[in-house]
């Protein structure tokens, strides 16, 4: 888990994301916030109402009736005022977080998917899906606040001591000197808390990843018979979390006890000068019970500043995880200058330099390559060679170091990405699946397709062989990352979206190696049909399925060490290509 520093927080930026976004709910905002405003001033003056009703009262003539009558009245009117006011700001509040928080997710969301390769490869994709539902709970969470506790206490707070000011000035420094130190506390003790709070909340995510862990590895688990060691390292996890807990909790405990023990002096110390002030004629019966009636009312709202304050915290520690990846520029930028259309397929690499962040080796180095319009090239070479890396380029996942590559003679990086990789149909190595049907799958190679030509790209690709064995067929779930399908069904529900996709590039990174032989001739059938007149890498470890190329190439730590055909390579008495393909006993075909 990530180190939290509370003193170091983006306050301004989670607050730009949010006004984003909250802005387009303003009126209901601004209706909150005075609707709340209003009620708690109420809060205030209601009291004094009563108070003028025990005057009436106990001057004790007959003519007091009708005007006792008037007041109560008159606080029938406004506690009506006040239950309107306060219903219909719930309602606009409810209105405000629900648009507001559905927003946050999307603007999130959308930014967020926008993000680079890189980026995702540098974060965990659980993480990033935590971070979204807590930047829109945290959002939730100190609105809650400020309008249930921070706005009306502010209101109530000012307003009592105006009131108890208007009636005996000397109560109401009492009362603002005793709201200033109580605050006074809260504020230094919660912000001392917060370290404990840190720690906390690392032993919650220790827990949390220990049970992911073991969970994770249940399998494992049954085989070697562990669940007694995972029983005790997971127990000791959750003891230590348990200890960290209750600290924390004490220290709650510890603030609670400071803060009533501050009521019950500032109580007494109130009575005591009442009844002085009472003795010398000063103050009147119905005063000292508003008074009371004050004390006890701020007592209840003073004591929600606590959780004002750590809820202030938590809500901008929890969004700016998700404000400061807002506030990251994308890693690939798209300046569209030049779109391509009726793409040839000329695909140029001049002189190209990569490497990886934080890792030192050049994957490529000045490395030109080729390939003429239609034609069919392999890519060869030992694991890690940089193949991969090679066609994840002329994707533009990642930006070059130095050189260029060109298609149809213009340079990637001018051309707008979407329209660069509508051109090129790509089978990756390791086909990942949407938890969604197998038809939708098969269809997000081109969305807009029929029925008919997803069914059709699937029987190409022999998807139809397994499908049909299927209980729901084409609208089968595959499951998380498409985990209830082998590795050779998902590759070729990939191949088959290649083929929907019908690109004049064609991207082939080991896509048949999870079929077996059999499987793996039908396939090359269609492939080599969608290949006709499309400039197409194959990169591929098993050689047989490369044979036909027009020019096979040789890779070894980023660099060409041979090219050819699969004769001319044969042929090379010491080339690596040779000895490779003589070790798989001829490609398996003869
Ligand atoms: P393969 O698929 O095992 O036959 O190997 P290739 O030739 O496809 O290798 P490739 O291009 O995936 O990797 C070349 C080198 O780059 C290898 O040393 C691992 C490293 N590499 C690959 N992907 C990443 C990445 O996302 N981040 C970092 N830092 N390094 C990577
Ligand atoms: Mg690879």
Known sequence: MQERDYSKLHRGLVLKYFWQVARRFKWPFFNVIILTIANSALDVFIPFQYLKLWNVLSANNFTAVSEAKSIILFVLFLNFSRWLMRRSGSFSLAYFQANTMAGLREQAFSYLIGHSHSFFA????????????????AFEKITDRIMADGLPLLVR???????????????SYIFAIFCFVFLLTAAIYIRYKLKYDVIAAEADSRTTGALADSIGNHASIQLFTGHQHENKLVGEVIQDQKRKIVFNWYLWEGLQAIQSFYSLIVEFVIFWFVIGDWKLGLITLPVIVLLQNYLI???DNLYSFGAIVRAYYESFADAEEMAVILDTPYEITDKPKQMIENVKGEVVFENVTYVYENNNSKVLENFSLKIPVGQKIALVGSSGAGKTTFVRLLMRLFNLNSGRILIDGVNISDIPLANLREKIAFVPQDPVLFHRTLLENIRYGRRTASNEEVLEAARLAHCDQFIDSLPFRYETYVGERGIKLSGGERQRVAIARAILKNAPILILDEATSSLDSHSEALIQDALRTLMKGKTTIVIAHRLSTIREMDRIIVLKKGKIIEEGTHE????????LYKKLWDLQAGGFVK
Do not use: H, M
Request: proline share 2%.
């Open 122 to 137: 540098n974060n965990f994709s659980g993480s990033l899906t935590q971070r979204i539902s807590k930047y829109a709970r």
């Open 157 to 171: 707070g000012l307003g009592t001591v105006i009131a108890i000011y208007t009636l005996f000035p000397k109560y």
């Open 568 to 575: 001319e390579l044969t042929n090379k008495a010491d080339g």
């Open 297 to 299: 009312r701020l007592f």
